[in-house]
């Protein structure tokens, strides 16, 4: 899974990332309990209408919170799915 956000980093954003950007990227892959928190208590997934069993998946499953990291990373910094 990490190798295709680098192939979209390569492809899409050649260079350096932003700052913002990059937090976020080192949050959602790895600093999950940070990650989780965001999501919870900042909302900063909000706009990705997650469904309740990803939701209540997300709250007890690192796994699980890691593969939306990347999904994250994919649709809020390169625009794909």
Known sequence: MLMEIISFKNRFM?????????????????????????????????????????IDNVKNDDVELLKLGIKSIKIKIFGRK
């Open 14 to 54: 050649p260079g350096q990332l932003p700052i913002k950007t990059e937090r976020f990227f080192h949050m959602a892959c790895y600093d999950l309990d940070t990650f989780r928190n965001h999501i919870f208590d900042k909302g900063i997934l909000d706009d990705l209408d997650l469904d309740s069993e990803t």
